[in-house]
């Protein structure tokens, strides 16, 4: 065989044994109808699910809000992120804020818990404190997939 042949097969043989890495991913939000858009109240119900096919880890929790009227340190929003037991893996406040202003929130790193790898769907949960105004709520969860 050639010095150029053995190459080839050389070649061949590498890009067969290549490591793929998993590249980070997004995954869709739905929101529940049972909600008023833009929420107005708290109650029991999640604003949103996003489902969990495989286990995952999670990077980092991203939200855009809009507080409409009054949002201040007594008069405020906590948005959290919740396993399917209703753990919360991440959450921020909009206490604050400056009302009727687009804000986004970003929590990483070790201010993240992570689901269990059985965990199903990841739920946005937002809960009033006091009187805030109604809440326009846009979020996404930067994950890598780990499991099958």
Same mark, same amino acid.
């Given at each position: 065989?050639?010095?150029?042949?053995?190459?080839?097969?050389?070649?061949?043989?590498?890009?067969?044994?290549?490591?793929?890495?998993?590249?980070?991913?997004?995954?869709?939000?739905?929101?529940?109808?049972?909600?008023?858009?833009?929420?107005?109240?708290?109650?029991?119900?999640?604003?949103?699910?996003?489902?969990?096919?495989?286990?995952?880890?999670?990077?980092?929790?991203?939200?855009?809000?809009?507080?409409?009227?009054?949002?201040?340190?007594?008069?405020?929003?906590?948005?959290?992120?919740?396993?399917?037991?209703?753990?919360?893996? =991440?959450?921020?406040?909009?206490? $604050? %804020?400056?009302? +009727?202003?687009? @804000?986004?929130?970003?929590? /990483? #790193?070790?201010?993240?818990?992570?689901?269990?790898?059985?965990?199903?769907?990841?739920?946005?949960?937002?809960? =009033?404190?006091?009187?805030?105004? $109604? %809440?326009?709520? +846009?979020?996404? @969860?930067?994950?890598?997939? /780990? #499991?099958?």
């Amino acid at each position: 065989m050639s010095d150029i042949a053995t190459m080839r097969d050389q070649g061949r043989r590498l890009e067969q044994t290549q490591v793929v890495e998993r590249p980070m991913i997004y995954l869709p939000w739905s929101q529940r109808v049972v909600n008023p858009f833009p929420l107005a109240s708290s109650g029991a119900f999640a604003w949103g699910d996003q489902a969990q096919p495989w286990a995952v880890s999670l990077l980092a929790f991203y939200c855009s809000v809009r507080v409409q009227t009054t949002n201040n340190g007594t008069n405020f929003w906590t948005v959290a992120l919740q396993d399917d037991a209703g753990n919360t893996l =991440a959450s921020f406040t909009t206490a $604050a %804020i400056a009302a +009727a202003t687009n @804000v986004r929130f970003a929590v /990483t #790193g070790g201010s993240i818990t992570q689901p269990g790898s059985t965990n199903t769907r990841l739920v946005i949960l937002p809960t =009033a404190t006091l009187s805030p105004g $109604a %809440i326009f709520i +846009a979020p996404a @969860v930067a994950l890598l997939r /780990t #499991g099958n």
